[in-house]
């Protein structure tokens, strides 16, 4: 789609992903609020390269491309901020790509329950993951078959709960030793 504007979620998440079609959805990240998506489509003035659908409800505003022109006219130290998001991303995703080279599925699996975790954590609660199977699997890029065998087997070691599609982490150092192949 012709770039348009920044879009910047403000409440809920979003998943931003790319669509092939033998293989389905691969997954890049989970925008979280106060993410801004579509910056590399404004700095390449390009069209977008990636898909963005809600996971859950979500309130987003999107900044035009002339606003956005706008704003760092009169704020050129902007652009170092979405130069600084850019290179976060770049990094994310090239930890990505040494962890599905480097990695079997299963730790895999852990490392991105435990990024996952982070982003949902909320001090007086439990930690939940609320993404769908399917979801982890284009994550990680294998079947939803495969991930829901790994996700029974976390719950037996009494790692993880699943209730009612709901994830939660009862054992983050089980996880983490998972995660780094031990």
């Not at 979280?32 to 069209?47: E, K």
């Not at 409800?57 to 979405?82: F, G, R, V, W």
């Not at 976390?154 to 192949?181: A, P």
């Amino acid at each position: 789609e012709v770039f348009s504007g920044i879009v910047c979620i403000r409440e809920g998440v979003a998943k931003v992903f790319q669509t092939n079609k033998k293989k389905g959805d691969f997954i890049f990240w989970f925008a979280n609020p106060g993410d801004l998506i579509g910056v590399d489509s404004f700095i390449n003035t390009d069209a977008y390269s990636y898909s963005v659908v809600a996971v859950e409800p979500a309130k987003i505003c999107l900044i035009s491309h002339n606003d956005l022109n706008n704003i760092i006219k009169k704020k050129p130290e902007i652009s170092i901020e979405m130069i600084k998001l850019l290179c976060q991303r770049v990094d994310n995703i090239e930890k990505r790509m040494v962890s599905i080279a480097q990695k079997g599925i299963k730790e895999q699996l852990a490392e991105i329950l435990l990024l996952l975790s982070q982003k949902n954590r909320n001090q007086n609660t439990p930690i939940t993951i609320n993404y769908s199977v399917k979801d982890l699997a284009n994550i990680i890029g294998t079947t939803k078959n495969y991930i829901y065998k790994l996700l029974s087997e976390f719950s037996q070691n009494k790692i993880i709960s699943m209730e009612n599609r709901t994830l939660k982490i009862i054992d983050t150092k089980k996880l983490s030793k998972i995660s780094l192949g031990n």
